[in-house]
Protein backbone atom coordinates (compact mmCIF):
# COMPACT_ATOMS: atom_id res chain seq x y z
CA UNK A 1 0.00 0.00 0.00
CA UNK A 2 1.26 3.66 -0.96
CA UNK A 3 0.76 6.49 1.08
CA UNK A 4 0.97 9.82 -0.36
CA UNK A 5 3.09 12.68 0.55
CA UNK A 6 -0.38 14.22 1.89
CA UNK A 7 -0.96 11.49 4.11
CA UNK A 8 2.49 11.21 5.20
CA UNK A 9 2.23 15.15 6.73
CA UNK A 10 -0.63 14.27 8.08
CA UNK A 11 0.50 11.02 9.88
CA UNK A 12 3.49 13.37 11.02
CA UNK A 13 1.32 16.40 12.34
CA UNK A 14 -0.97 13.51 14.30
CA UNK A 15 1.95 11.33 16.05
CA UNK A 16 3.67 14.67 16.92
CA UNK A 17 0.62 16.42 18.15
CA UNK A 18 -0.18 12.99 20.41
CA UNK A 19 3.89 13.54 21.93
CA UNK A 20 2.90 17.16 22.18
CA UNK A 21 -0.11 16.20 24.25
CA UNK A 22 2.12 13.76 26.45
CA UNK A 23 4.98 16.20 27.08
CA UNK A 24 2.02 18.66 28.08
CA UNK A 25 0.88 16.08 30.64
CA UNK A 26 4.14 15.59 31.74
CA UNK A 27 4.87 19.31 32.20
CA UNK A 28 1.40 20.00 34.00
CA UNK A 29 2.37 17.05 36.64
CA UNK A 30 5.62 18.58 36.99
CA UNK A 31 4.54 21.95 37.57
CA UNK A 32 2.07 20.04 40.10
CA UNK A 33 4.93 18.94 41.93
CA UNK A 34 6.54 21.89 42.01
CA UNK A 35 3.91 23.96 43.20
CA UNK A 36 3.83 21.19 46.17
CA UNK A 37 7.16 21.80 46.79
CA UNK A 38 7.40 25.87 47.16
CA UNK A 39 4.58 26.01 49.00
CA UNK A 40 6.45 23.10 51.23
CA UNK A 41 9.39 25.34 50.88
CA UNK A 42 7.97 28.73 52.14
CA UNK A 43 6.61 26.67 55.05
CA UNK A 44 9.55 25.84 56.28
CA UNK A 45 11.19 29.30 55.49
CA UNK A 46 8.39 31.38 57.30
CA UNK A 47 9.12 28.31 60.45
CA UNK A 48 12.95 28.85 60.02
CA UNK A 49 12.26 32.67 60.48
CA UNK A 50 10.14 32.43 63.18
CA UNK A 51 12.67 29.75 64.81
CA UNK A 52 15.41 31.83 64.03
CA UNK A 53 13.87 35.11 65.72
CA UNK A 54 13.39 33.34 68.75
CA UNK A 55 16.23 31.60 68.80
CA UNK A 56 17.83 35.42 68.04
CA UNK A 57 16.24 37.27 70.67
CA UNK A 58 17.13 33.74 73.21
CA UNK A 59 20.86 34.12 71.93
CA UNK A 60 20.66 37.95 72.59
CA UNK A 61 19.66 37.72 76.09
CA UNK A 62 21.79 34.98 76.81
CA UNK A 63 24.71 37.32 76.17
CA UNK A 64 23.18 39.78 77.64
CA UNK A 65 22.98 37.44 80.47
CA UNK A 66 26.41 36.25 80.40
CA UNK A 67 28.11 39.81 79.99
CA UNK A 68 26.12 41.02 83.46
CA UNK A 69 27.29 37.61 85.01
CA UNK A 70 30.64 38.42 83.82
CA UNK A 71 31.10 41.65 84.97
CA UNK A 72 29.22 40.43 88.43
CA UNK A 73 32.17 37.40 88.24
CA UNK A 74 35.17 40.10 87.89
CA UNK A 75 33.80 42.57 90.61
CA UNK A 76 33.09 39.44 93.14
CA UNK A 77 36.15 38.71 92.10
CA UNK A 78 37.85 41.80 92.82
CA UNK A 79 35.81 41.60 96.68
CA UNK A 80 37.17 38.41 97.15
CA UNK A 81 40.16 39.32 96.54
CA UNK A 82 40.77 42.49 98.64
CA UNK A 83 38.50 40.15 101.51
CA UNK A 84 41.44 37.64 100.77
CA UNK A 85 44.40 39.73 101.51
CA UNK A 86 42.72 41.15 104.30
CA UNK A 87 41.57 38.14 106.25
CA UNK A 88 45.35 36.78 105.54
CA UNK A 89 46.83 39.87 107.30
CA UNK A 90 44.59 39.25 109.90
CA UNK A 91 45.61 35.58 110.12
CA UNK A 92 49.21 36.61 109.95
CA UNK A 93 48.86 39.46 112.87
CA UNK A 94 46.52 36.54 114.79
CA UNK A 95 49.10 33.64 114.48
CA UNK A 96 52.04 36.32 115.11
CA UNK A 97 50.86 36.59 118.43
CA UNK A 98 50.47 33.40 118.90
CA UNK A 99 53.47 32.27 117.71
CA UNK A 100 55.43 34.85 120.16
CA UNK A 101 53.57 33.31 122.99
CA UNK A 102 55.38 29.59 122.35
CA UNK A 103 58.63 31.60 123.10
CA UNK A 104 58.47 32.04 127.21
CA UNK A 105 61.84 32.37 129.14
CA UNK A 106 64.05 32.20 125.90
CA UNK A 107 62.37 28.72 125.42
CA UNK A 108 60.53 27.51 122.29
CA UNK A 109 57.65 25.44 122.14
CA UNK A 110 58.48 23.73 118.93
CA UNK A 111 55.64 21.63 119.31
CA UNK A 112 53.00 24.29 119.66
CA UNK A 113 54.27 26.57 116.81
CA UNK A 114 54.69 23.52 114.71
CA UNK A 115 51.00 23.31 115.25
CA UNK A 116 50.31 26.87 114.54
CA UNK A 117 52.43 27.16 111.87
CA UNK A 118 50.00 24.17 110.48
CA UNK A 119 47.01 25.60 111.22
CA UNK A 120 47.92 28.95 109.57
CA UNK A 121 49.11 27.50 106.66
CA UNK A 122 45.89 25.37 106.11
CA UNK A 123 43.81 28.33 107.08
CA UNK A 124 45.41 30.59 104.48
CA UNK A 125 45.58 27.72 101.68
CA UNK A 126 41.27 27.68 102.21
CA UNK A 127 40.95 31.51 102.10
CA UNK A 128 43.52 31.57 98.85
CA UNK A 129 41.44 29.00 96.98
CA UNK A 130 38.45 30.79 97.78
CA UNK A 131 39.68 32.92 94.34
CA UNK A 132 38.64 29.85 92.58
CA UNK A 133 34.70 31.14 91.67
CA UNK A 134 33.07 28.33 89.54
CA UNK A 135 31.62 29.44 86.23
CA UNK A 136 29.43 26.70 86.23
CA UNK A 137 26.19 29.67 85.47
CA UNK A 138 27.80 31.52 82.89
CA UNK A 139 28.93 28.28 81.33
CA UNK A 140 25.51 26.53 81.28
CA UNK A 141 24.68 29.87 79.39
CA UNK A 142 27.21 29.38 76.38
CA UNK A 143 26.44 25.76 77.09
CA UNK A 144 22.64 26.63 75.96
CA UNK A 145 24.01 29.40 73.55
CA UNK A 146 25.52 26.71 71.07
CA UNK A 147 22.81 24.74 71.44
CA UNK A 148 20.64 27.59 70.16
CA UNK A 149 22.91 27.71 67.55
CA UNK A 150 22.99 24.07 66.62
CA UNK A 151 19.54 24.26 66.52
CA UNK A 152 19.69 27.45 63.81
CA UNK A 153 22.35 25.27 61.80
CA UNK A 154 20.19 22.13 61.57
CA UNK A 155 17.56 24.47 60.14
CA UNK A 156 19.52 26.10 57.50
CA UNK A 157 20.60 22.65 56.63
CA UNK A 158 16.74 21.42 56.37
CA UNK A 159 15.95 24.61 54.62
CA UNK A 160 19.01 23.42 52.09
CA UNK A 161 18.14 20.18 51.49
CA UNK A 162 14.30 21.40 50.10
CA UNK A 163 15.98 24.64 48.16
CA UNK A 164 18.00 21.68 46.30
CA UNK A 165 14.83 19.98 45.96
CA UNK A 166 12.99 22.63 44.42
CA UNK A 167 16.34 23.78 42.30
CA UNK A 168 16.15 20.15 40.61
CA UNK A 169 12.14 20.33 40.00
CA UNK A 170 12.97 23.68 38.32
CA UNK A 171 15.68 21.97 36.39
CA UNK A 172 13.56 19.05 35.01
CA UNK A 173 10.42 21.67 34.45
CA UNK A 174 12.77 23.97 32.12
CA UNK A 175 13.72 21.03 29.94
CA UNK A 176 10.35 20.22 29.71
CA UNK A 177 9.16 23.15 28.39
CA UNK A 178 12.25 23.10 26.26
CA UNK A 179 11.26 19.81 24.35
CA UNK A 180 7.63 21.01 24.51
CA UNK A 181 8.53 24.42 22.79
CA UNK A 182 10.53 22.02 20.23
CA UNK A 183 7.50 19.14 20.02
CA UNK A 184 5.25 22.75 19.70
CA UNK A 185 7.54 24.52 16.98
CA UNK A 186 7.72 21.26 15.10
CA UNK A 187 4.27 20.16 15.10
CA UNK A 188 3.47 23.93 13.60
CA UNK A 189 5.80 23.38 11.05
CA UNK A 190 4.27 20.08 10.17
CA UNK A 191 0.68 21.35 10.12
CA UNK A 192 1.66 24.80 7.33
CA UNK A 193 3.91 21.85 5.59
CA UNK A 194 0.25 19.99 5.66
CA UNK A 195 -1.45 23.23 4.63
CA UNK A 196 1.09 24.03 2.01
CA UNK A 197 0.83 20.31 0.71
CA UNK A 198 -3.15 20.53 0.90
CA UNK A 199 -3.20 23.59 -1.20
CA UNK A 200 -1.08 21.96 -4.21
CA UNK A 201 -3.05 19.36 -3.80
CA UNK A 202 -6.00 21.79 -4.09
CA UNK A 203 -4.18 23.65 -7.34
CA UNK A 204 -3.63 19.55 -8.72
CA UNK A 205 -7.07 18.58 -8.32
CA UNK A 206 -8.94 21.88 -9.57
CA UNK A 207 -6.53 21.28 -12.78
CA UNK A 208 -7.20 17.48 -13.54
CA UNK A 209 -10.93 18.74 -13.20
CA UNK A 210 -9.97 21.49 -15.98
CA UNK A 211 -8.41 18.58 -17.85
CA UNK A 212 -11.42 16.09 -17.33
CA UNK A 213 -13.69 18.60 -18.21
CA UNK A 214 -11.69 19.28 -21.40
CA UNK A 215 -11.14 15.84 -22.17
CA UNK A 216 -14.95 15.10 -21.90
CA UNK A 217 -15.52 18.13 -24.02
CA UNK A 218 -13.29 16.94 -26.51
CA UNK A 219 -14.33 13.81 -26.43
CA UNK A 220 -17.84 14.70 -27.43
CA UNK A 221 -16.62 17.05 -30.12
CA UNK A 222 -14.75 14.14 -31.81
CA UNK A 223 -17.41 11.49 -31.16
CA UNK A 224 -19.50 14.22 -33.02
CA UNK A 225 -17.37 14.68 -35.71
CA UNK A 226 -17.46 10.95 -36.18
CA UNK A 227 -21.00 10.66 -36.92
CA UNK A 228 -21.15 13.93 -38.88
CA UNK A 229 -18.37 11.68 -41.18
CA UNK A 230 -20.00 8.77 -41.07
Known sequence: MTISNNEAVGIIGVLGYMTFNQYSKKLNNIEVELDDHEQENQELQDNFNTKLSSIQKNIQTYQQEVQQNKENF??????????IKQTIEELKESYSNEMMKCVKDGQVDKTKLQQLEKEYNEKVKAVQECKVTSGKTKNDMLSQINDLNSQVDKMKNELSISQQRINKLNHANLNLQKANTELNDKLNSSQMALSKKTKTVSIYEAKISES???????????????????
Open 74 to 83: NQNLEMTEER
Open 212 to 230: NRLLAKATAQNNYYNQCKN
